[in-house]
């Protein structure tokens, strides 16, 4: 079996090449940092959607080093760098807990093909692998192809799923899925809900109707509201962050695609940006793909030409 790190590796290998090579070139016999020298480091994280914010933060750390003489070389810069990002992550860094003998009541939201389906049936595999009983909840009535998506997945992991004919009212779903999961003590209901663009308000609105439909049944809940990004959209995701956060009360992010792209450094600007917690990276196709976020693996993989 994969170690954890192993995936991570593997996952982040297209950003990881990006960014040794890059910083290998700009380093590469040069006898003497410059101006010019720093500001192409800093384009280079920025290219790989680090953000502005972090890059300059990062950069600023290692001219200050280089000129009291405490680093030398393209590695040193590459472990200065690794040591950083992972002080950025570790501030926002949660331990994802739940109240054990009681229902947790996971929302998965965001827009079209950032991932939520195939996440939810991951979370599914992954909860139902550590004993849990898991119960996966069709909320996207609009599209068709979605609930036979998820019921594949249930499939797969053993997990019922609770789904209504197409066009049904998605919150009336998820009501229904929430009951059964009470009366079934399960651990965990995960609800797929509909994809939606982040600038359509109806949509949005919606979803906050789910919200209070599922809490007339179960006032504690949701426990969680998870909102998928597709990594490789790089910053385009930040808008979504924003929407989803003032709208929907998203409580964490799970960045999926990240092996498409050799924009993994949007990882931390989404933390720098609205100081929200990642809690799972989506890392390859496969089940155990998705993983918990965990920011020294992350910045291990990142910059493995450092250790």
């Given at each position: 079996m994969k170690s954890i790190f192993s995936v991570f590796q593997r996952g982040l290998q297209k950003t990881a090449t990006s960014l040794s090579r890059s910083i290998g070139v700009i380093f590469s016999g040069t006898s003497a940092w410059d101006a010019e020298t720093y500001e192409k480091l800093k384009s280079t994280l920025i290219s790989a959607d680090f953000g502005v914010s972090a890059s300059t933060r990062i950069v600023t750390d290692i001219k200050d080093r280089y000129e009291r003489g405490v680093i030398k070389t393209s590695d040193d810069i590459m472990d200065i760098a690794r040591t950083d990002i992972i002080a950025i992550l570790n501030k926002n860094r949660i331990e994802v807990t739940f109240k054990p003998g009681a229902l947790s009541?996971?929302?998965?939201?965001?827009?079209?093909?950032?991932?939520?389906?195939?996440?939810?049936?991951?979370?599914?595999?992954?909860?139902?692998?550590?004993?849990?009983?898991?119960?996966?909840?069709?909320?996207?009535?609009?599209?068709?192809?979605?609930?036979?998506?998820?019921?594949?997945?249930?499939?797969?992991?053993?997990?019922?799923?609770?789904?209504?004919?197409?066009?049904?009212?998605?919150?009336?779903?998820?009501?229904?899925?929430?009951?059964?999961?009470?009366?079934?003590?399960?651990?965990?209901?995960?609800?797929?809900?509909?994809?939606?663009?982040?600038?359509?308000?109806?949509?949005?609105?919606?979803?906050?109707?789910?919200?209070?439909?599922?809490?007339?049944?179960?006032?504690?809940?949701?426990?969680?509201?998870?909102?998928?990004?597709?990594?490789?959209?790089?910053?385009?995701?930040?808008?979504?962050?924003?929407?989803?956060?003032?709208?929907?009360?998203?409580?964490?992010?799970?960045?999926?695609?990240?092996?498409?792209?050799?924009?993994?450094?949007?990882?931390?600007?989404?933390?720098?940006?609205?100081?929200?917690p990642v809690i799972f990276v989506g890392l390859g196709e496969n089940p155990e793909d998705l993983q918990p976020f965990d920011p020294e693996m992350f910045a291990d993989a990142l910059f493995s030409h450092a250790k």
């Open positions: 009541v996971i929302l998965i939201v965001g827009v079209n093909g950032s991932g939520k389906t195939t996440t939810a049936g991951k979370l599914a595999y992954l909860w139902k692998n550590d004993g849990k009983t898991v119960m996966l909840s069709a909320c996207d009535t609009f599209r068709a192809a979605a609930v036979e998506q998820l019921k594949l997945w249930g499939k797969k992991t053993d997990c019922p799923v609770v789904a209504s004919n197409p066009g049904a009212d998605p919150s009336s779903v998820a009501f229904d899925a929430v009951q059964s999961a009470l009366a079934k003590k399960y651990d965990f209901i995960i609800i797929d809900t509909a994809g939606r663009q982040h600038t359509k308000k109806g949509l949005m609105d919606e979803l906050a109707k789910m919200k209070r439909v599922i809490t007339k049944v179960y006032p504690e809940a949701p426990h969680a509201v998870w909102l998928t990004i597709d990594a490789s959209i790089g910053t385009n995701g930040l808008m979504q962050a924003k929407e989803f956060l003032n709208t929907s009360g998203v409580t964490g992010l799970i960045l999926t695609k990240l092996d498409g792209t050799g924009k993994g450094g949007i990882v931390v600007a989404i933390q720098e940006e609205f100081n929200l």
